[in-house]
């Protein structure tokens, strides 16, 4: 059986307006300052694509790319095995995979 969950436009609003404005901008290069200060105009369109995204089964190659950096652990600075990656994902996949989580 198969059936899809309708993302509302409203929820998305809720998520953008929400978003940490203090995260660094993702590989695509938007930063969540200017997502949140721009969630009238960009909630609706966002939907569609979230919808889109969903119907399809598939997400766009940009929102698969991330930003991998090394964060220092503990012990000597010098070796490789004392840092673990940390990778900066899209704003927008965030988004995306709050309205998802949200309809688990």
């Given at each position: 059986m198969y059936w899809t969950c309708v993302v509302s436009?409203?929820?998305?609003?809720?998520?953008?307006?929400?978003?940490n404005i203090r995260k660094s901008a993702s590989p695509d290069g938007i930063p969540p300052k200017l997502l949140r200060i721009a969630t009238p105009v960009i909630?609706?369109?966002?939907t569609k694509l979230f919808n889109y995204c969903i119907d399809v089964g598939e997400w766009p190659c940009q929102w698969k790319l991330s930003?991998?950096?090394p964060v220092y652990k503990k012990?000597?600075?010098?070796s490789k095995t004392n840092y673990r990656p940390v990778s900066v994902f899209s704003a927008i996949l965030k988004v995306c995979e709050k309205v998802k989580y949200g309809q688990l």
């Open positions: 436009e409203a929820r998305v609003s809720d998520i953008l307006s929400n978003l909630a609706a369109p966002l930003n991998v950096a012990d000597d600075d010098t």
